[in-house]
């Protein structure tokens, strides 16, 4: 059968020292040169934890907040793996989400390994086996919000955590600018009993990157109009128009509907339209 996944006929998988059985360079590779791509099945978190993971072991490469790519039965496991360990010494990185470039060029007979710091915003928590000179010890599914692991990695990132990474920047960027100002207005709390879920959200106002952590996965910004104030969550292109509004402190027009978050007391507004 054909494989699921892409690898480079110029790798081979063999055992590997870090853990199993690892990719492996068998000719020179050239710094910006794709070595494989991940393919399979789009699940979310929940299906991946309860119904893939217990079945296959860990086979996923997380490609959104909640979205993964994966193979959902024994016969697909074989013909997507990747077998591209981790290094805390990596010498591949993604373009795009699912796409493993060299990093740097690579001699035949090297391991081809990543950082999950590129591809993984988890909760876990795990013991490093990489024995790489610069080993971490401890892996999480946060380090790509350390500042070290962003400078080492630019350019490398899966395309959601550059998105991420781009709005940690701006959210400290604009605590300093409100620590700095002497005359900062000050604004309310956004609010955390909403207007009946699914009622139409209409309003101007002033928007800035969430900070910390957020009730619900989808909410991205703080909303701040004349009238009320609300969490925001986005499609791309919005996204993209909320966040230059946010840096140069501009005036939105927000429309959407109401949503609840997973928890009871967590409601945000879905975006439709921002002008």
């Known amino acids: 059968m054909l494989r699921?996944?892409?690898?480079?006929?110029?790798?081979?998988?063999?055992e590997s020292k870090i853990d199993g059985r690892g990719l492996f360079a068998t000719a020179d590779i050239a710094k910006g040169e794709i070595v494989a791509v991940k393919g399979g099945r789009i699940v979310d978190r929940e299906t991946l934890r309860e119904k893939i993971t217990p079945l296959l072991g860990s086979v996923e490469i997380q490609i959104d907040d909640d979205l993964f790519i994966a193979p959902v039965t024994d016969e697909e496991r074989e013909l997507s793996m990747l077998y591209s360990n981790h290094s805390c010494n990596a010498n591949l990185g993604l373009r795009g989400e699912i796409?493993?470039?060299?990093?740097?060029?690579?001699?035949?007979?090297?391991?081809?390994?990543?950082?999950?710091?590129?591809?993984?915003?988890?909760?876990?928590?795990?013991?490093?086996?990489?024995?790489?000179?610069?080993?971490?010890?401890?892996?999480?599914?946060?380090?790509?919000?350390?500042?070290e692991l962003q400078k080492r990695y630019a350019g490398y990132f899966s395309a959601y955590l550059v998105r991420k990474i781009a709005g940690l920047v701006l959210a400290v960027a604009t605590g300093l600018t409100g620590i700095a100002g002497c005359a900062q207005t000050k604004r309310p709390a956004v609010q955390t009993k909403a207007a009946a879920l699914g009622s139409r959200f209409d309003q101007m106002g002033w928007v800035s990157?969430?900070?910390?952590?957020?009730?619900?996965?989808?909410?991205?910004?703080?909303?701040?109009?004349?009238?009320?104030?609300?969490?925001?969550?986005?499609?791309?292109?919005?996204?993209?128009?909320?966040?230059?509004?946010a840096k140069k402190n501009r005036r939105v027009h927000v429309l959407g509907k109401w949503r609840r978050g997973g928890q009871s007391n967590c409601s945000y507004v879905e975006i439709t339209s921002v002008e």
């Open 4 to 14: 699921v996944s892409y690898l480079s006929p110029k790798t081979e998988v063999r």
């Open 209 to 245: 990157l969430y900070p910390g952590e957020p009730c619900a996965p989808q909410i991205m910004f703080d909303f701040h109009g004349t009238r009320s104030a609300a969490s925001l969550a986005a499609p791309r292109r919005e996204t993209e128009i909320l966040t230059d509004a």
């Open 99 to 147: 796409t493993f470039v060299a990093m740097r060029d690579i001699r035949a007979g090297e391991e081809l390994t990543h950082d999950w710091a590129t591809t993984d915003d988890d909760d876990y928590s795990v013991e490093c086996k990489c024995r790489a000179p610069n080993c971490r010890k401890i892996l999480t599914g946060k380090d790509w919000q350390r500042p």
